[in-house]
């Protein structure tokens, strides 16, 4: 990736959405960290609990923002998550360029009126392979990915219906929207890019009382977790988009 020909580093914003288990968090770091890593690090970053603040300045201010995921339900309507979803509406409207990842990706879904909730199948977890659609082949991130990958997923709610004007870029064969776009700089994803196979394992083993009484497999899925590169190189393109962006600008 280019350096930045501007002389100040892109801003951007990494709204952070909730914490993760206190065993992952002691061992590979919070919700945040994961980002930082996987996002360029020529980008000035900052992040911002919005549990516990409200997002600073107006959009307009950052030249991206990142929308982590959260064990909180959208559908919950929790006056903090509201509180993103609308100035998240106001960065989409602002053409600010906007990733949300699993409990971003519906929060970004509902802040535009799509509507978000528990998934009639019930929870999502382990290493799944995404399929992107032909409308893909010209979005600006996901062109540069392979037709099919492997990503991290683990999530209850899911976006049921996408918001109006959608682009569906990807779905699985439990998750018939595993990512959209709308306009040219707002993306919702529901795998987790930030993701590593460790934290994914990680995950797993927190989990594997709960898939136990909801009838999953938890060996079979900690045995079929495999890296996701491509999948991670979501974080990399959007970086590169939004450096770009800002030196055309």
């Avoid at 930082?36 to 919005?50: A, F, N």
């Amino acid at each position: 990736m280019k350096a930045p020909t501007t002389d100040q580093a892109p801003k951007v914003l990494i709204l952070k959405t909730g914490t993760t288990y206190p065993e992952i968090r002691e061992q590979y770091g919070d919700f945040d960290a994961w980002f930082v890593r996987g996002l360029s690090d020529q980008l000035d970053l900052t992040v911002v609990d919005v549990t516990r603040e409200t997002p600073p300045g107006q959009p307009t201010d950052w030249d991206g923002v990142v929308i982590t995921g959260s064990p909180a339900m959208v559908s919950e309507r929790a006056e903090w998550s509201e509180n993103a979803a609308a100035w998240t509406r106001q960065a989409v409207e602002a053409q600010v360029p906007v990733l949300g990842v699993c409990y971003g990706h519906q929060l970004l879904a509902h802040a535009l009126g799509g509507k978000v909730g528990f998934h009639p199948d019930g929870r999502d977890t382990g290493t799944k392979q995404v399929t992107l659609l032909d409308t893909a082949q010209n979005d600006p991130i996901f062109q540069r990915l392979p037709a099919q990958f492997p990503a991290q997923l683990t999530h209850k709610q899911s976006v049921l219906e996408l918001p109006p004007g959608a682009v569906l870029l990807a779905n699985s064969s439990f998750e018939p929207h595993q990512a959209f776009r709308v306009g040219d700089s707002a993306w919702g994803v529901q795998f987790h890019p930030e993701f590593t196979d460790q934290i994914m394992k990680a995950y797993l083993e927190v989990q594997t009382p709960d898939l136990d009484k909801e009838g999953l497999d938890a060996p079979q899925l900690l045995a079929e977790v495999t890296p996701a590169p491509a999948a991670s190189k979501v974080l990399t393109y959007f970086s590169e988009l939004v450096t770009d962006r800002l030196v055309s600008a």
